[in-house]
């Protein structure tokens, strides 16, 4: 595979799989029809999964666009880390490993498959949206926190310190240099920028939740 675009495509393909059978084996019509019980009459609930139903395919659609603009994103984030550093390479590579290293992620829909399946069998939909396997707010629970905290204690996960470490790895194998080297790029371009992310989503929580 050493076509970024090819990488891409595969990506998208097995997460467009692997979220539908996250949805079938979560049953997520009867929890979303739970969760809308109370407020809404059921023909009004029936709709709504119809409607939902019909424009499916624009959220497999949009799946690759996610990752076409994420992974990218973090490719030019990376890019001006070796600008500064001295270090020209080129952008395609950059994307090629950062495609690589999204595939870590492919691992936490997996693991909330397994965890719902064989060991929280008895849950609501919103445990489904606040489980975050390998994080703190694991650790710290969602119930009482504060909204706007539960999404920086979500980032703070083993797979992100994965993805980090794997970046790190793979820039300092294109540097020709170590992965010492590579986690210090990875280090002043992809975590402060992460982190500014983190920030504004808290932000935008706190303001609109």
């Known amino acids: 595979m050493k076509s970024p675009f090819l990488k891409w495509l595969i990506l998208s393909i097995i997460s467009i799989v692997i979220t539908e059978i996250f949805k ?12 809308l019980s109370e407020q809404l009459t059921s023909q009004q609930i029936k709709k709504i999964l119809g409607l939902q139903k019909k424009w499916q395919w624009v959220a497999n659609v949009f799946m690759p ?25 080129k952008f395609k590579n950059l994307w090629d490993i950062t495609l690589k290293a999204e595939f870590i992620f492919l691992m936490i829909p997996v693991f909330k498959i397994v965890w719902f399946y064989f060991f929280q069998t008895d849950y609501t939909l919103e445990d489904i949206q606040n489980f ?14 504060e909204t706007w905290f539960i999404y920086p204690f ?56």
Do not use: C, R
């Open 24 to 35: 079938k084996a979560i049953h997520f019509d009867d929890l979303l029809y739970n969760s």
């Open 65 to 89: 666009v996610f990752i076409l603009i994420k992974t990218s994103i973090i490719a030019t984030i990376l890019y001006i880390g070796l600008f500064f550093s001295n270090k020209d390479l």
């Open 154 to 209: 979500q980032t703070l996960n083993l797979f992100e310190l994965a993805y980090i470490i794997y970046l790190g790895y793979q820039v300092g194998q294109l540097t020709t240099t170590n992965t010492d080297n590579g986690l210090k790029i990875v280090a002043y371009s992809y975590v402060p920028s992460l982190l500014l992310w983190v920030v504004t989503m808290m932000f935008f929580t706190l303001n609109y939740s």
């Open 132 to 145: 975050y396997p390998l994080s703190a707010l694991n650790i710290v629970g969602y119930k009482g926190l």
